[in-house]
Nanobody, 117 residues
C-alpha cells in the first residue's frame, strides 16, 4: 500500500508563505518522480510542480518564481515552499509519485491551502 503522508497547509493572507511536506517513506527518490497538484471544487486537479529523478524541477507558469519544490532524500520527504501567495493559489494540494508516463501515480491525502485577500 502506497503511503504519501502530507502535512502543512492552512490559512494565510495574500503575500504570506506556507510550506507543505509530503513524507514518502516507501518511495525511493531515485526511481520516483515527485510532484504537487492543486484542485479546487468543481475543477480538475492541475499540476503545480515536479522534481524528477534526475533532480530537475518544473513549475506551472502561475507559480514560477514564487514556489520552490525540494526533497530531502535522507528523510524521504518532499516539500513545497510557497511564498508571495495569492488568493488564486487557494485549493487542496496533493503530493504525487510516479515512475513516469503511463505508470501508476500515487497520491497523498491532500492538504488545504486558503489564501485570503
Amino acid at each position: 500500500q502506497s503511503q504519501l503522508a502530507q502535512s502543512g497547509g492552512g490559512s494565510v493572507q495574500a503575500g504570506g508563505s506556507l510550506t507543505l511536506s509530503c513524507a514518502a517513506s516507501e518511495f525511493t527518490s531515485s526511481i520516483y518522480n515527485m510532484g504537487w497538484f492543486r484542485q479546487v471544487p468543481g475543477k480538475q486537479r492541475t499540476w503545480v510542480s515536479s522534481i524528477w529523478t534526475d533532480g530537475n524541477t518544473g513549475y506551472s507558469d502561475s507559480v514560477k518564481g514564487r514556489f520552490t519544490v525540494s526533497k530531502d532524500n535522507a528523510k524521504k520527504t518532499l516539500y513545497l515552499q510557497m511564498s508571495s501567495l495569492k488568493p488564486e493559489d487557494t485549493g487542496m494540494y496533493y503530493c504525487a509519485a510516479d515512475r513516469g508516463p503511463g505508470t501508476t501515480r500515487y497520491w497523498g491525502q491532500g492538504t488545504q491551502v486558503t489564501v485570503s485577500s
